[in-house]
């Protein structure tokens, strides 16, 4: 499965940006989808996940309310949908994926794409 991920940018404080993961290889309608970011000096954290059906989905509490994880199976795509960014939101934002269920946790995800950078200024 490879992942490829897009979609990020620099954007003003308060502005939204919408992530794309595409997915290849193999089917993947049946694997659950996770977003994670890193910043220099910071572990990298789990801001979304949704599973395969796209009925479950985990937020991460630092985003609750701003961001909105989906998919589309039939494009083998998904999305996260980022509103209300804040300088503290800029990071490198990669996805990945595992089978079935959401997971917040990146260990077990069996797949990841390269990460696009997302610069959020004040």
């Known amino acids: 499965v490879q992942l490829q991920a897009s979609g990020g940018g620099l954007v003003q404080a308060g502005g939204s940006l919408t992530l794309s993961c595409t997915t290849s290889?193999?089917?993947?309608?049946?694997?659950?989808l996770g977003w994670f970011r890193q910043s220099p000096g910071n572990e990298r954290e789990c801001v979304a996940s949704i599973d395969w059906t796209g009925t479950g989905t985990y937020y991460a509490d630092s985003v609750k309310g701003r961001f909105t994880i989906s998919r589309d199976n039939v494009k083998s795509t998904g999305y996260l949908r980022m509103n209300s960014l804040q300088p503290e939101d800029t990071a490198v934002y990669y996805c990945a994926a595992k089978p079935w269920g959401w997971s917040s946790k990146s260990d077990e995800y069996d797949y990841w794409g390269q990460g696009t950078q997302v610069t959020v200024s004040s």
């Open positions: 290889g193999r089917a993947t309608s049946n694997y659950a």
